[in-house]
């Protein structure tokens, strides 16, 4: 099963804070990005348990310098992935995900929507982010 959804203006976070970036939730702030989600869904061999790659293709604008949290600015390409296991009494459904999400719901609340409220993340996730600059200059993320 597969869905896609779109996020503007979503707050991409690093682990250093700096002058530059922006303290939130889920870390220091550093860019924001334009992306298009696409939830992919497998089922598991245990009931109720799914294995769920978001894969995320877009762009963003860096206003601090990720690795250090300098100020900085810069835009370009980002392409990447997220993966969960998760746990939901209901099976996921596309007709849950709105075409636009807004940009400051987290990718985990969107995964819960498309269960229908009821995603638990038991496991995953791991992810591989790569920003390409205009110059062709490369900062990937891993974890």
Request: proline residues 8%; aromatic residues 10%; hydrophobic residues 30%.
């Amino acid at each position: 099963m597969t869905a896609v959804t779109h996020t503007s203006d979503h707050p991409d976070t690093t682990s250093v804070s700096g002058p530059c970036t922006v303290d939130s939730p889920g870390g220091p702030v550093w860019a924001h990005d334009n992306l298009s989600l696409r939830f992919g869904v497998t089922p598991e061999a245990a009931p109720d348990t799914y294995s769920v790659t978001i894969t995320a293709h877009g762009s963003f604008a860096a206003f601090s310098n990720p690795i250090t949290g300098a100020c900085y600015t810069g835009h370009g390409s980002v392409n990447g992935w997220l993966q969960y296991d998760v746990s939901s009494s209901t099976p996921p459904d596309p007709a849950n995900l709105p075409a636009q999400e807004p940009g400051d719901l987290g990718q985990g609340a969107i995964l819960n929507q498309l269960f229908g409220g009821n995603a638990s993340i038991v496991g995953g996730g791991h992810y591989s982010y790569t920003y390409t600059l205009v110059d062709g200059t490369k900062y990937t993320q891993v974890g």
